[in-house]
């Protein structure tokens, strides 16, 4: 069957969310209208805050997935809120110039206040906690280049503390060159917050269709005829492909990739440090872990990224990821990490600049796509919600271009 957006595996083995309460959304599985203002195509996180974004504004919506709700790569997500993107600032100002790489810092940094705002104000049942940072010095990013980073972050207003290794030794008891500590972060339950994010929206009349796949699409004057697996044929005004790693054959370039990469959950109330529950934790390495833990005391770490973005499926290797995973673990936290009670493995996008692709979609009008790549996944899709939410609106966001395809 034709398609416009490649079907993949997108994760493989169980990820901890599968078994959490609340992520079934009661979709539909018939198109209920033709004629539409906006086609959201996707309906794992990026779609959700999307329609949200444009819910309450008179528009009909009607969103498409080929799968059913949030059972895409949000299942598999670890689900760190971070402003802190892939590439640091100051590598960011060396590769797209300062004003560009602060301005996307920032943007990241408010992005995670308004989710986390929203989140609060629409009283969604996700785990959410508000979180600081710890971004340890690796084998990419050591001490004198983290110094550089704080004082760059600092420079444009985004706050961080340089901490050298008797300070991350006294304050922490990890054993590294350098860090920085951060504020503005979170984490939650990504089924919970999408299935959460999507009852908001389906009470605001947003009707969603799953089990449903866009197979073509076509630009007619000033509007969109997108055809369906199930032979129907969607006349809307604006097209929104918020459809993560299958990402439209249209918009494939050099900048992003897919590759795979692994996790672990140990089970709840495993022994960690105090401070752990108050901080999600990166590091500047290659390959990278990054650690955060639950409200039950669950410890997820993950990382240990693959170019190959079929290597996830791979049993063997979830094993001996899961192993180094735990083994870098317990060295980190010098603590011993009992045999971990969810593993598994997924696709994943990465960007070379650590940026987000938002835009319209060239050649098509009023479509636009949406690649919020790297470990920002999350708080790219809110800054998407609110790119194109204000494009179809009639307005322009400033940060527009700074997003758009490159
Ligand atoms: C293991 C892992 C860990 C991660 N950790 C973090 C993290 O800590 N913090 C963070 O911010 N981000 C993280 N991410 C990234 C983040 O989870 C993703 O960016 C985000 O979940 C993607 O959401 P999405 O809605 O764009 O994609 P998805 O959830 O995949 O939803 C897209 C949907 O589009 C549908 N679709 C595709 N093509 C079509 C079509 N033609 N017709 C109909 N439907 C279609 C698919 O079926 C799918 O359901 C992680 C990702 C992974 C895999």
Redesign the pocket.
């Known amino acids: 069957m034709q ?3 490649r ?1 993949r595996k ?2 493989s083995f169980q ?1 901890l969310w599968t078994t959490t309460r609340k992520v079934q959304i009661a979709a539909q599985q018939r198109i209920p209208a033709n004629i539409v203002d906006v086609l959201i ?8 805050l999307m329609a949200l974004s444009l819910a309450k504004q008179n528009l009909t919506i009607l969103v ?19 402003h802190e993107i892939d590439v640091p600032l100051h590598r960011l100002t060396a590769m797209v110039g300062q004003a560009k790489a602060r301005r996307a810092w920032q943007r990241s940094a408010r992005a995670v206040e308004t989710l986390t705002s929203l989140v609060d104000n629409l009283g969604i049942c996700c785990h959410l906690e508000r979180k600081k940072s710890l971004y340890l010095a690796g084998n990419t990013y050591g001490a004198r280049a983290l110094k550089a980073e704080a004082a760059a972050r600092d420079k444009a207003g985004i706050s961080a503390v340089f901490l050298n290794a008797t300070q991350l030794r006294e304050n922490f008891g990890l054993e590294r060159t350098a860090a920085i500590e951060a504020a503005i972060s979170a ?1 939650a339950n ?1 089924a919970q917050l ?1 299935a959460g994010l999507w009852r908001k929206a389906q009470a605001e009349g947003v009707a969603i269709v799953e089990d ?4 073509d699409i076509r630009s007619l004057h000033d509007w969109n005829a997108a055809a ?2 199930k032979g129907e044929i969607i006349q809307a005004r604006h097209v929104v ?6 990402f439209l054959d249209a918009v494939a370039n050099q900048e992003h990739r897919i590759v795979s ?3 672990l959950a140990t089970k709840p109330h495993h022994p960690r440090p105090n401070w752990l529950k108050d901080y ?1 934790v990166w590091e500047g390495s290659d390959p990278y872990l ?1 650690i ?1 833990s639950t409200a039950d005391g669950r410890i997820i770490v ?1 990382g240990e990224d693959e170019e190959d973005p079929t290597a996830h499926q791979d049993s063997v290797k979830l094993s001996s990821k899961s192993r180094t995973l735990r083994a870098k673990l317990s060295a980190l936290l010098k603590i011993p990490i009992a045999e971990p009670a969810y593993q ?6 990465v960007a070379a600049d650590g940026l987000p692709i938002i835009g319209p979609v060239p050649a098509l009008k009023n479509v636009y796509a ?1 690649m ?10 809110q800054i998407a919600a609110e790119i194109v939410s204000s494009a179809i609106l009639g307005h322009q966001d400033p940060d527009s271009e700074l997003f758009a395809f490159r």
């Open positions: 398609t416009i957006t079907k997108l994760r990820p195509v996707g309906a794992g996180i990026g779609g959700a498409v997935d080929r799968r059913q709700p949030v059972q895409g790569s949000t299942l598999a997500s670890t689900a760190m809120i971070q984490s990504p999408t449903t796949e866009i197979t369906t697996s492909f918020c459809t993560g790693y299958e990469t692994w996790a999600v990054y955060r993950g598994w493995a997924a696709a994943f996008g949406v919020g790549y790297g470990g920002n996944g999350i708080t790219y899709s």
